[in-house]
């Protein structure tokens, strides 16, 4: 089994959680997050925390309770202080705007690219940079990796989208003889 699910995960304060058979509500400052778990996985809400355990022990289902855990602390770290990633566009033309709930992206092709922000993230453009930020982290990340899918970082130019502490391995080109 996990070594994390041997401890009690904490709640800090100002945060709610309430268990009900296989779905947790974490509810806190900046909002609140609910989530369905399999059948096979127990949590309790105990004095000390929240602790999760299997109900049939298999080697199915063993790895599913360290990421159950993971799931809870993201969610109660979410409702706490939101989750943040930062996308650079580089290239020259290359240009994203916010308009409305769609951002709307120059990305040198013959027409403008639009992706449809979710409505629980927050998507800001600044000179290049796009910040997306959300209290749920799977969420921000499945939105930046949709908008670096757009136009991925090719490795003669850096040209696209990358993360701000994404590293490009640079391949050198054609020489001119």
């Known amino acids: 089994m996990s070594r994390l699910a041997n401890k009690p995960i904490i709640i800090p304060q100002k945060t709610e959680v309430s268990v009900a058979g296989s779905r947790v509500s974490v509810k806190g400052p900046l909002g609140e997050l609910s989530r369905s778990f399999p059948e096979f996985i127990e949590i309790k809400r105990g004095d000390e ?7 049939k022990v298999t080697k199915e289902t063993k790895p599913f309770v360290g990421t159950a855990v993971a799931h809870i ?13 930062k996308l650079i566009l580089e290239g020259v033309g290359f240009k994203a705007d916010v308009k409305g709930s769609e951002l709307v992206l120059a990305l040198g092709f013959s027409h403008p690219v639009t992706a449809s922000i979710p409505k629980t993230l927050k ?9 997306i ?14 908008v670096r899918g ?28």
């Open 49 to 55: 925390g929240i602790m999760v355990t299997l109900a």
């Open 73 to 85: 602390k993201n969610m109660i770290k979410g409702v706490n202080t939101p989750y943040e990633k």
């Open 123 to 131: 998507v800001t453009t600044e000179k290049g940079v796009v910040t």
């Open 133 to 146: 930020t959300g209290i749920d982290k799977d969420e921000v990340g499945q939105f930046s990796a949709k």
């Open 150 to 177: 757009l136009k991925e970082p090719e490795p003669y130019k850096g040209k696209g989208f990358r993360y701000i502490d994404e590293v490009i391995k640079r391949k050198q080109g054609k020489k001119t003889a």
